[in-house]
């Protein structure tokens, strides 16, 4: 699987993963997950960060989601944008697709998550009797229908499935996802290879941060998928682009690897 590059220094990479590809190695993904292809790419640099430092990986994605990931390249860059996530000073911005319509077009989830095991597969649920970790999902309806929203969404904290569990838990699931969602059981259970679920219409669409090193505001982009681009079109009839704020600062131009 070709993966692009979104920005690339000495000290970081800003990776777009497609959809698909798990971000590091597991069960049945030895060998085919994005780092694996980081290491091959880039092991020099890599290695050096060894596993206390995740081998340079700042956050994870989801399988099923596409969009930026952030790698450092070197200890003191990792270092210094590990502490800018727990910091909460990284922007991260998503688009989803959800069904049906928030009654406010504007909304903050705040129900802490718990990490339960059902079937073969970890999941989030509502914390019970005060347990569970602090979660923060914003978000903000950009077009809808009376079926189907987009929203542009941001987290303030990096909760497994966060995006996923919280929306549905709103009432929202997001088009195409078989654990969190509200009007069917939720399957567990993984396809069986060569059969291919639909896909999860959540995007890391923006990353925003400060340069390890010369302390420069970076933010960097990924291209939305063409089936949320597609699906925005038959909801609205019009394209994508004009319904996405504008970015803050200028991006690099991607990169194939």
Not at 217 to 224: D, H, L, T, V
Request: with cysteine; proline share 9%.
């Amino acid at each position: 699987m070709i993966v692009s590059l979104l920005h690339r220094d000495d000290a970081l990479l800003v990776v777009d993963k497609p959809a698909g590809l798990v971000v590091e190695p597991g069960l049945g993904h030895r060998r085919d997950s994005l780092l694996n292809g980081l290491m091959a790419a880039h092991g020099d640099s890599l290695s050096l960060m060894g596993p206390s430092r995740d081998w340079g990986l700042l956050h994870r994605l989801d399988r099923e989601t596409s969009g930026c990931v952030l790698v450092a390249l070197r200890p003191a860059a990792y270092d210094s944008l590990r502490e800018q996530f727990e910091s909460r000073r990284v922007r991260k911005s998503y688009l989803a697709i959800v069904n049906g319509r928030p009654r406010m077009s504007e909304g903050v989830v705040d129900t802490a998550l718990e990490e339960v095991r059902r079937g073969d597969l970890k999941v989030s649920v509502p914390g019970r009797r005060g347990a569970g970790r602090p979660a923060v999902t914003r978000y903000r309806v950009l077009a809808s229908t009376k079926s189907q929203a987009l929203l542009l969404v941001s987290i303030d904290t990096g909760r497994l499935h966060q995006i996923r569990a919280h929306l549905a838990g709103i009432g929202h699931p997001i088009e195409g996802d078989r654990i969190y969602r509200t009007d069917l059981p939720p399957n567990t259970s993984r396809p069986p290879p060569g059969r291919e679920a639909p896909p999860l219409l959540l995007h890391a669409w923006r990353l925003g941060f400060s340069h390890p090193e010369s302390g420069r505001a970076m933010e960097a982009e990924s291209p939305p998928p063409r089936a949320l681009a597609e699906r925005v079109r038959a909801m609205t009839g019009n394209d994508l682009a004009p319904l996405l704020p504008s970015a803050r600062s200028i991006r690099n131009q991607p990169e194939s690897k």
